[in-house]
């Protein structure tokens, strides 16, 4: 007896890795103009030399060339979502048929209106031939052009993504370790404690591995956190306070994770753990005009203070590097001293879940 399984539909490609970018935006459309321009001189200066420039010649050319670039570009706008689900090659095939049915047309309207003068039959011929040759190679030497940049393009973000990967693995053994120093401080003065410790280290680490990725929600990396300086409340007690301010910060905004729990790592290892009367670490943060700010600082004394930590400073290296791959140039990481105190700030523009889904 034979079974029959139902055949699964081919996922269709989503359309933002669709190697023909999207021509109705301003920047697009203007390369394109002048492409197109470009174009026309090229066609008007390979014809025969003639005493006078024919400036007739290359406005009617202009026209023609931009009213075919103009069509062409706002069809390939409306029937991009379906040109997406197709292969790269079948997608180009139809993108090349539709600028040479175009052109072909525009070609018909010019030669009804005598826009280039009477032409003979096999000037008739010839003409619709030429236009369709050169609509042919030009679609497709610039439709290659969008695949190739698309491939660098995809080939970019993998390296990228790749490298953050690393810069992430690098830093959750980090973050072991040194919860692991601070436990390891209880095991001998409170082994109770101790031992909650440990299973509160559990219940974080399953936090921090439940979602992988590089960017998580805000709610999320706060709760590590708060897991992170529950464990040192035990080796610290009332050496630690933690005054929060971060109400005004959405919960679905991204953040890279484990980006704040080195910030609070450092403030401890730098403002309380040499003092005595230990001290209060402030964490401020807020959105505003689709820029992220977060502050951490915490009281510091010249006399009291420890040797720098390795860890810790390769883990604001590595924060600083993760906000310039994931952000760009706009993204920054800087740490001063005034007033006492030890201030280490970071920021980044990003858009909330809620505004990129009214954006779509």
């Known amino acids: 007896m034979q079974i029959l399984r139902p055949k699964r539909a081919r996922p269709a490609a989503p359309i933002d890795e669709f190697f023909v970018p999207e ?67 079948l997608a180009g095939l139809a993108c090349c048929a539709m600028v040479v049915g175009l052109t072909l047309s525009c070609t018909a309207v010019a030669d009804i209106y005598q826009l280039g003068g009477p032409l003979t039959r096999v000037g008739e011929v010839n003409l619709y031939l030429r236009h369709a040759l050169i609509s042919l190679i030009m679609s497709g030497l610039l439709l290659r052009y969008f695949y190739l940049q698309s491939q660098w393009r995809r080939q970019e973000q993998a390296e990228l993504m790749a490298r953050i990967e690393s810069l992430q693995a690098r830093i959750r053994p980090h973050f072991l370790f040194n919860s692991l120093n601070s436990i390891a401080s209880l095991v001998v003065s409170n082994p109770t404690k101790a031992e909650q410790a440990v299973l509160d280290l559990s219940d974080l680490f399953r936090a921090s591995l439940a979602r992988p990725g590089t960017l998580v929600l805000w709610r999320e990396e706060l709760e590590l956190s708060r897991r992170y300086l529950s464990i040192e409340h035990y080796r610290l007690g009332e050496r630690l306070q933690v005054d929060w301010q971060v109400d005004g910060v959405p919960d679905d905004l991204p953040i890279p994770q484990l980006t704040l729990q080195p910030l609070l790592e450092n403030a401890l290892i730098h403002g309380i753990q040499p003092r005595i009367e230990g001290g209060v670490v402030n964490v401020a943060a807020y959105y505003a005009d689709g820029v992220f700010h977060l502050q951490v600082s915490n009281p510091f004394d010249e006399t009291a203070q420890a040797q720098p930590s390795r860890g810790t400073q390769q883990a604001l290296h590595n924060i ?41």
């Open 320 to 360: 600083d590097a993760r906000l310039t791959a994931l952000f760009g140039p706009a993204a920054s990481l800087s740490v001063e001293r005034r007033n006492a105190r030890y201030y280490t700030c970071l920021r980044y523009p990003c858009a909330t879940q809620k505004q990129e889904a009214r954006s779509i």
């Open 23 to 89: 021509l109705c935006q301003p920047e697009a459309l203007l390369g394109l103009v002048l492409l197109a321009e470009l174009l026309v001189l090229v066609l008007v200066l390979a014809e025969p030399m003639q005493p006078g420039f024919n400036w007739m010649r290359l406005a009617l050319t202009s026209l023609f060339v931009q009213w075919v670039m103009l069509l062409s570009a706002g069809l390939t706008c409306q029937l991009r979502p379906l040109l997406a689900r197709l292969s790269p090659a």
